[in-house]
Structure formats: structure tokens, C-alpha cells
């Protein structure tokens, strides 16, 4: 499946802007765990997810050309 | 909520942002008879000590779409809450040199205290609830990404590669 | 406390307190690298209701050499008790119409709270131990003497007789 | 006794600015009850006392010359 993806701030550094997921990640939960597995220096960096702009408080279903973004600890202000 | 996507109020500004700006936002509100009090907060990059370096610029970037969206929400629930008549907020984009304002918040009511809480609940509402993301450079042109309570004891600069 | 009586910081501001004057301030802090947080409270001529007349302005007068010797221990004790890097205050005298800005408060610190805090605890003893009056006049030109929390509903309005 | 009197917000609109006290008036709270009896107006007005520009908090002797102000509730900000 593919997703665009959106990282922010050091993942940027880490990450690319379109991934093509295996078969197997179906949710955000499922994409932590493959990001974490593929870019293992994503393993020191906290984030969380949004879903076609919407913040992923819980597991949430990814769909084909969703938008999906990954975002580290805010530090604005 | 139904909103069209590009009504929501801009709050990003290029750079570090101007005092005379600031009046600007100020001198706007000299013709609404029913303000008592504005209340303020202006963030400024501080040259925070790292290891033997200092911090000598934070360069801001935000995933700003959604950051629109999450402070459109925060503005309408603290204007509601406080009973405010203005609540603005801008936050800048891209680099911030040391002793640059980076955050402006102004809220305006009638009354003192509604004005000086909402401004400060929104400062605390932008820094905990706005995706932005603050890449703090040192005189030295290494780097860290900026924490929001950055010990300055703990170092972690890296290189800087771009 | 020994202290040549002309050494006290004046804060008297003739009429309205100009919001360029206010961009000036904040400009003048734009060197300081240590500061982290400025907060700011203006204070407004509001139009409220006294009767069925609504204030037009106020005029302020002042014990003004009074004021500057208490504001001048108010400024030191504050700028100590919250570890600030400014604390500037600003009084208008005369007359101040509806919609103008007649108090003007900036407090300057590496941290947030502190600027806060003390912006805030600087109004309230601006307000309740300056030896400072308003007048306010009302669109009839009726006066009354302001008080610090004026019930709007007790009108005690008098004929100007100067 | 001669005193210089600085009278301020209302009570500006009441007293004068010079005044002669009777010889029994040798303090503060003399001078609040003399104000008063000479001055009915003023029952309405709380006011506070400096003498010599310090607050008289407690009843503080009054001297030849001296400068002292009348000051009513205090409405600045």
C-alpha cells in the first residue's frame, strides 16, 4: 500500500516522503513498528501519528494514498 | 464542526517578529470602546548555554496546516471560556536569531483578569498543542532539536549536515 | 533607602500611551540575549455605562513625586522577588479618551512564570498603592471620580462646575 | 500653625491649598477631625494623610511648614 508520509521536525532527517508499505501494515500501530523496524534511528525519538490530519489518539486504520503524518515532541513557542 | 479548510485564521509569520507589528495588532483595537484590558506575551529566543556553545538561532518549521486547524479550536474555546473580545496569536516561521521575538499572544477584554489568564492559558495551549518544531543552531553551526523544557546541562549537538 | 529624590524612574506619560511608544520599548529589549519571555498589560479607558450616559474619558492626576518614590520601591522589590531582566511601567496623565491605552506594564525574564507573575502583581500594585485619580467624564460631560471597581449600576454622576 | 496643603482628586474640589490650624491641632488625627468640622463636604470622602510625603499609617505629629496631603481612594490603571 502506498502512503504519503509526512515527517516533521528530526524525522525528517530520518524518514522519506512516500514509503510503499507491506501488506501486513494495516494501522498506525502496525507503522510504528515497521518505521521503527526499517529506520532504527527512529528507536530514540518519540512521535506520534496523524491520519489525513487528524491526530491518532488510539490504533487507527491506514488506507491506500492516505497522509500520514509522524510527529516528534512539539517545541513551538 | 464544518469549516472550510482555508478559513482558518493564519498565525505563522516569516522571521523574527516585529515590535512594530505589534503595534500594528495593538493600535487595531483603539476603536472598541468595550476593551478594558490587553494582556500580552512575547516569546524571545534566549542564548541558552549548550556544553560551551550558545544558542544563536532557532530556526522553526511546522506541519502548519493542522497547526491552523488545532489553534483555530484552542481560539474559540479560550475566547468563549474568558469572554474575550480579541485573541490573536502569531508564531514564527523559519529562522529566529537570539534576542528575536518567535511568540505573540493578545488577548483583550474587558476585565483585567479574563485578559491576563486567557493570554496565559493560550501561550501554554501553542507550546503543548501546535505541531512546530524548533531546530535551535549554536554560534558554532552545530545543532539540537529544541525539547520544551531543554536541560542545558545535556548537550546532545550534532553536526550540522545540510 | 538614600536616594537623590530626582534619581526616581519617571512613569507619568502625557495623554494616551501611543502604541509606537509601546513597539519602542519592546525594541529596546531586542539586544538582550538572556530574556526568554516578555509579558505586557495595557490598560484601556473602557465606555461603561453610568446611567444612561457612557464614560467618554478619564482624567487622570497624580501625587506624582509621591508616586514615583513608592513605584521606585514597588519596581525594586518585584525586579528582586522574581529575578526579572526589566520591569518598565507607565502611567498616563490628563485626559484619556474611551479606546486609549492609559497604563502600560512590560516585565522582561529569561522565564516565562516570572514575566507572568510579575506583570500581573505589578498592575495590582500600580492600582492599589500609586497615589493616582481619574475623572471620568461621560459623553455629557457629567463626572464622576472613578473607583477602583466602580459599580456601573450607582451613577453619583455631578455637573461639571470647572 | 501654617501648613502647606496638597489636596488631591476630590477633595481638590473642597479644600484649599494653604490653611492655618488653630493651636490644639498638633497631629494627623487632629487635622482629620478639624478638615472635617471645617470642611462638612468631606464626611462623604475617605481619605488617607502624608505628611512630608510619607503615609501617615499611624496618628503622626504635624510641625510648622509642613506639607501635607490629602489623598482619597486611589482609582489609577
Known sequence: MQIKLLPFGQTKEILPSAINLPEQVKDTNGLSQYLVDTYPQLTR???????????????TTIFENAVVAILPPYSGG | MIQAENNYK?????????????????????????IGAHSLFLG??????????????IEFSSYEHLAL??????????????????????????????????????AASAHRNAAVN??????????NKLPIWGK???????????????????????????
Request: hydrophobic share 40%; charged share 25%; glycine share 4%.
Open chain 2, 69 to 106: 486547524k488545532i489553534m483555530s479550536q484552542i481560539r474559540e474555546e479560550i475566547i468563549q471560556k474568558f469572554g474575550l473580545s480579541c485573541l490573536h496569536v502569531y508564531h514564527s516561521t523559519g529562522r529566529v536569531a537570539a534576542a528575536e521575538i518567535c511568540l505573540f499572544v493578545f
Open chain 2, 10 to 34: 493564519n498565525i505563522f509569520y516569516e522571521g523574527p517578529i516585529d515590535p512594530g507589528f505589534i503595534a500594528l495588532i495593538i493600535r487595531k483595537h483603539q476603536k472598541q470602546r468595550e
Open chain 2, 44 to 57: 524571545q529566543v534566549r542564548a541558552d548555554k549548550i556544553a560551551d556553545q550558545v544558542v544563536a538561532a
Open chain 2, 118 to 127: 486567557a493570554c496565559s492559558e493560550t501561550v501554554e495551549e501553542v507550546k
Open chain 2, 136 to 162: 535551535e543552531w549554536t554560534d558554532c553551526n552545530y545543532f539540537r532539536w529544541k525539547k520544551q523544557n531543554n536541560p542545558t546541562s545535556e548537550s546532545g549537538l550534532l553536526m550540522a549536515t545540510e
Open chain 1, 45 to 59: 525519538v518519540h512521535f506520534a501519528i496523524a491520519v489525513n490530519e487528524e491526530l491518532a489518539s488510539s490504533n
